[in-house]
């Protein structure tokens, strides 16, 4: 092999590796890119700017004197600034670049120990150019090679364990997972300074003044993707944890909610009470008011019974105390927004489900159907609320009219939360929450939740099963 074609083999290679960490960026974006339901030539899109991007400066850089660390800058710059286009958070887009070029570097390390035992066993020992040249390119094939294979598999793996947690890390997460990836590049740096260094007339070679190096390198290499998977593992467990922890302060707050509207109820049947006793004496004083011809007196008087007796109406009644108190309440406040609300509801028969978990589930499915219904305008708004029994199944579904797209989640497949703020009482509020609490508790009783949309239509419908647990709300 000539000194030409040897130098033509080398752009072509690095040519060729270029495209394949291009490609090899743009698989490991490639989840966080797909948002639920999105279209598959958007996803497409972005995954060309990704790989586009890279592509675009690696270029560059062989064709002016940009060095590594400019380019590596000017990467995470273009795509931390595209990062809303892409559907990313900034914070996690610059994380994965960190991350990347991280797994990049320390993979040529773990390679150039075996490069440079090939190069000392079958390159250096020659006499001729022509195989100097041959040889090299053979070991700097495998050396590619190699570097290739252990980076996609360190990548590959990263990749699945990121794809396992929902990744939205704040700024100090940041610094917590990009702390051993940022000291894996340094590393990288400082010890390819030192693979060859020339003073003078002499010529440092590390692995020929350091044999030890040939082992110990790689090993340290190692530690560092060890110590960002211990990292990324720490961190999606305290995610979990924390994603649990709000989940049961939701369901907390709505078992508390319920309580206290239970003790209304309470106090809502003990007025009843006292205006049945009350009633006599009404009468007796509509009789007198009668008899002395006191008409407008006695219609004013019947006027203020009826305001008196109308708050203690109950316009749907489906058997059961905590079904009663929710659905009302929700009836309420849709009509008093203006949004139609029809409901044939009836509570099942069977003592086999808990009172409180329908009490949830009813609870998020119609304060996530009011939300949506408040924010329309200009089309008819409603809400269609039906339960039936059909032998050792309950089914409960929940109709409402709502505008936008709705993003699902990969994993889930429940629509993402829009909003993020504190968790109240009004257990509607935290929206991806909520649906979660009604996964969980559909899971209880080994059922189904299923989602569908049509045009403007958002329908919700949940399927229980019988358990052997007794109901003593009943």
């Not at 290679?13 to 598959?40: C, D, N, Q």
């Not at 060095?67 to 914070?91: D, E, F, H, Q």
Request: hydrophobic fraction near 45%; include cysteine; charged fraction near 20%.
């Amino acid at each position: 092999m000539s000194e030409a074609q040897f130098l033509a083999f080398q752009n072509i290679t690095a040519a060729a590796e270029i495209f394949v960490y291009a490609g090899s960026l743009a698989y490991f974006f490639y989840p966080f890119l797909r948002r639920g339901r999105e279209r598959k030539r958007n996803i497409e899109k972005k995954v060309l700017i990704v790989a586009a991007a890279y592509l675009l400066l690696s270029f560059a850089g062989m064709v002016f004197p940009l060095g590594r660390w400019l380019c590596m800058v000017l990467l995470a710059a273009i795509l931390t600034a595209s990062s809303g286009y892409l559907g990313m958070n900034p914070k996690l887009c610059f994380l994965l670049l960190l991350f990347f070029f991280c797994l990049q570097n320390i993979s040529r390390l773990m390679a150039e120990s075996l490069f440079h035992v090939l190069a000392m066993g079958f390159v250096w020992k020659q006499t001729r150019m022509e195989i100097i040249f041959r040889n090299t390119a053979a070991a700097y094939s495998i050396y590619i090679l190699l570097t290739v294979l252990i980076f996609t598999a360190m990548l590959r793996f990263l990749r699945r364990r990121l794809s396992d947690c929902a990744l939205e890390p704040d700024v100090r997460e940041v610094c917590y997972l990009g702390l051993i990836p940022m000291a894996g590049l340094l590393f990288a740096n400082v010890i390819g300074r030192l693979f060859v260094a020339v003073q003078g007339n002499e010529v440092f070679q590390l692995y020929v003044q350091h044999p030890a190096f040939l082992w110990i390198v790689p090993l340290i290499a190692i530690l560092f993707y060890a110590g960002i998977i211990a990292a990324v593992a720490s961190y999606c467990r305290m995610a979990a944890l924390r994603e649990e922890k709000e989940t049961y302060f939701v369901k907390e707050q709505q078992l508390r909610a319920l309580q206290e509207r239970m003790e209304e109820m309470d106090r809502f049947y003990t007025g009843i009470q006292r205006l049945r006793h009350e009633m006599k004496g009404h009468l007796t004083n509509i009789r007198g008011l009668a008899e002395s011809g006191k008409y407008a007196e006695m219609e004013q008087y019947i006027t203020k019974m009826d305001a008196g007796i109308d708050a203690f109406a109950l316009t749907v009644k489906t058997g059961n105390a905590v079904t009663d108190v929710i659905i009302n309440d929700k009836k309420k406040a849709a009509e008093k927004a203006g949004i139609k609300f029809q409901t044939e509801f009836a509570y099942p028969q069977s003592g086999k489900y808990d009172a409180y978990d329908i009490g949830i589930i009813l609870n998020n499915l119609l304060s996530n159907a009011l939300e949506a219904c408040e924010k329309i305008s200009g089309q008819e708004r409603y809400i269609l609320l039906s339960g039936r029994q059909k032998r050792k199944f309950f089914l409960i579904e929940v109709k409402n009219s709502f505008a936008g797209e709705i993003e699902f989640d990969r994993k889930t497949n429940l629509p993402i939360s829009t909003k993020r703020q504190d968790i109240s009482i009004d257990y509607g509020a935290f929206h991806g929450i909520g649906l979660s609490n009604v996964k969980r508790e559909v899971e209880k009783y080994m059922g189904d939740l299923k989602i569908s949309i049509r045009k403007n239509d958002f329908d919700v419908t949940v399927m229980l099963q019988e358990r052997s647990t007794g109901n003593e709300y009943q």
